[in-house]
């Protein structure tokens, strides 16, 4: 029994990793696509740093406050590509010949998670070089550092989660752009730029349940980074609340995801 087991494990890895490799090939035929997705936070972090400013509230220096935000927020965007890249296998009937072959159904949804975290992990890397280049720094351990990378990661995995199970609800590339749009609320209403206490009562209760805020506030604490000028239960609390929200993200849209994708041909 074990052996079995242990060789339906070893299939669906290296099917996942057949799939992932997939994935990675298409950004060597897509290199503007790739560029665009890590430059963009970019461009939002010196624009909201040097441009537009803020930090009413901000106990420290606005950078070290908006960093750690940007890093949430950028694990947030981008899921486009992600998502159209489903709509476009579904439309071609990829998706349909895969399923006919001899493979792990989910080996085709965790290859294309996995090359988006890896995406994921070089934006980071991007975003961080770009804010020690700008002033940013962290004031913590090394475990402390990696602890904040990995909450930020985790919070970008469950997101991807949701972008998959919408990509085939969705079903056609052009319904994307209409979907995406609802991570846009989930982005700007956070703490990522300005602190709860600066905003009207209701809405700063709004963003400080925010799954983004929570992880926004957990990675500033983790990074050594100013804190707001209150400390409310969900802030005192980020990093269960920066663990609990992702979890259970995934835990709804993860079935969700794969029960879709079996249903797809039937």
Known sequence: MSTGTGTTLTWALTDSWTMTRRELAHWARQPVQVVVG???PVMLLLMFGFLVGGGAGVQGDYVDFLVPGMLALTMAFGLEGTMLAVTQDLGKGVIDRFRSMPM???AVLV?????DMMQSAAGLLMMIGVGWAIGWRWHAGPGSFLAAIALLLLFR???????????????????????QILVWPVGFLSNAFATPESMPGWLGAVVEWNPLSA????????????ATAEASWAASHATLLAVAWPLALTAVFFPLAARRFRRLSR
Do not use: K, Y
């Open 215 to 226: 992880t926004a506030t957990a990675v500033r604490d983790l990074f050594g980074n100013p």
């Open 104 to 106: 792990t159904n989910s």
């Open 157 to 179: 995995f469950a997101m991807l989660w949701i972008g998959i199970h919408l990509a085939m609800v969705a079903g056609r590339p052009e319904m994307v752009q209409a979907v």
């Open 38 to 40: 890590l430059v963009f």
């Open 111 to 115: 290859g294309r998670c996995t090359a």
